[in-house]
């Protein structure tokens, strides 16, 4: 099987864009709808500035919502890019489908590359997981039957218990998630079989063990979490060992320092753009030479 890459920017946050950046709570208005997208279309930009010289477009994407970036999905898919569109209703603790039972006809109306599916996920979570799970047999189902591709992205959060157990997120992270990883896939694997995951970071031998419960034949990508820099790097150097890991969707990390500065009216537009094609490009470039050094 040939892995091909596949490097994306992406910027489907909705609670982090109206309360993390811009301070919002409650309903939103007209107006501001419009600065989110905005702002949205700032973090597009500044992907073609990157993307619209390589060779092979279908090797970076995007991921943005159909509520503040659907003219951004039309655009990047008429340029050829991976386009990706959320299907989950932003900042739940349960998956919803976003748009409810018309989920479907925004599927339709894009038609992207991958639908993407973002699950918080921990085994300890009997009575949510199993709501889950119905649910997204229904989507895997839809997915199924009307030739779509799903992108799921898992996220195992910590319970008060493993907290209890580990002290600090650093030693949950290191120590207890990638058990608790190992046990979510499995359960979620009865109910879906996506063709691409986009999955939290891990040292190179719990990335062996992931793998396994994976199978061979999926593919994988590595999410950034709004982390920092030093963090993401080391995420990316590790994965980059393994040829079924293809490559990441790193949004945050990239972004939202350049969008805070704008806002603050510390930085221009054009600089904002700028800033935010050159994380991205060294992300590319330290993802692509981390690549060439395991050949």
């Given at each position: 099987?040939?892995?091909?890459?596949?490097?994306?920017?992406?910027?489907?946050?909705?609670?982090?864009?109206?309360?993390?950046?811009?301070?919002?709570?409650?309903?939103?208005?007209?107006?501001?709808?419009?600065?989110?997208?905005?702002?949205?279309?700032?973090?597009?930009?500044?992907?073609?500035?990157?993307?619209?010289?390589?060779?092979?477009?279908?090797?970076?994407?995007i991921l943005v919502?159909?509520?503040?970036?659907?003219?951004?999905?039309?655009?990047?898919?008429?340029?050829?890019?991976?386009?990706?569109?959320?299907?989950?209703?932003?900042?739940?603790?349960?998956?919803?489908?976003?748009?409810?039972?018309?989920?479907?006809?925004?599927?339709?109306?894009?038609?992207?590359?991958?639908?993407?599916?973002?699950?918080?996920?921990?085994?300890?979570?009997?009575?949510?997981?199993?709501?889950?799970?119905?649910?997204?047999?229904?989507?895997?189902?839809?997915?199924?039957?009307?030739?779509?591709?799903?992108?799921?992205?898992?996220?195992?959060?910590?319970?008060?218990?493993?907290?209890?157990?580990?002290?600090?997120?650093?030693?949950?992270?290191?120590?207890?998630?990638?058990?608790?990883?190992?046990?979510?896939?499995?359960e979620i694997k009865?109910?879906?079989?996506?063709?691409?995951?986009?999955?939290?970071?891990?040292?190179?031998?719990?990335?062996?063990?992931?793998?396994?419960?994976?199978?061979?034949?999926?593919?994988?990508?590595?999410?950034?979490?709004?982390?920092?820099?030093?963090?993401?790097?080391?995420?990316?150097?590790?994965?980059?060992?393994?040829?079924?890991?293809?490559?990441?969707?790193?949004?945050?990390?990239?972004?939202?320092?350049?969008?805070?500065?704008?806002?603050?009216?510390?930085?221009?537009?054009?600089?904002?753009?700028?800033?935010?094609?050159?994380?991205?490009?060294?992300?590319?470039?330290?993802?692509?030479?981390?690549?060439?050094?395991?050949?």
């Open positions: 099987m040939t892995h091909e890459p596949l490097l994306i920017l992406p910027f489907d946050h909705r609670s982090s864009f109206s309360r993390k950046l811009f301070g919002w709570e409650g309903e939103l208005n007209r107006k501001q709808k419009q600065q989110i997208s905005d702002y949205k279309n700032i973090v597009y930009q500044g992907f073609l500035e990157v993307a619209k010289d390589m060779p092979h477009p279908k090797h970076f994407g919502d159909q509520e503040y970036g659907t003219p951004i999905l039309k655009d990047a898919k008429k340029r050829g890019y991976t386009v990706t569109m959320p299907v989950e209703k932003s900042g739940q603790k349960a998956f919803t489908f976003n748009y409810g039972n018309e989920f479907g006809k925004w599927i339709e109306k894009i038609k992207p590359d991958y639908v993407k599916i973002l699950v918080r996920y921990h085994p300890a979570n009997k009575d949510i997981n199993k709501i889950q799970l119905k649910r997204l047999s229904r989507l895997n189902a839809y997915c199924k039957k009307h030739g779509h591709k799903m992108m799921f992205e898992l996220l195992v959060p910590a319970t008060d218990a493993d907290m209890k157990r580990a002290k600090t997120a650093k030693v949950y992270d290191k120590k207890i998630r990638p058990l608790r990883t190992v046990q979510a896939i499995r009865k109910a879906i079989q996506p063709e691409l995951w986009k999955m939290e970071g891990f040292g190179k031998a719990d990335w062996t063990k992931v793998l396994k419960v994976l199978g061979k034949d999926t593919e994988i990508i590595v999410l950034g979490r709004g982390q920092d820099e030093v963090n993401v790097k080391r995420w990316l150097q590790a994965a980059a060992e393994f040829n079924q890991i293809i490559g990441f969707a790193i949004g945050r990390t990239i972004f939202f320092r350049p969008l805070q500065e704008y806002l603050a009216k510390r930085i221009t537009k054009k600089q904002a753009i700028d800033k935010i094609a050159g994380n991205y490009q060294k992300f590319i470039k330290l993802w692509t030479k981390a690549k060439a050094s395991k050949i």
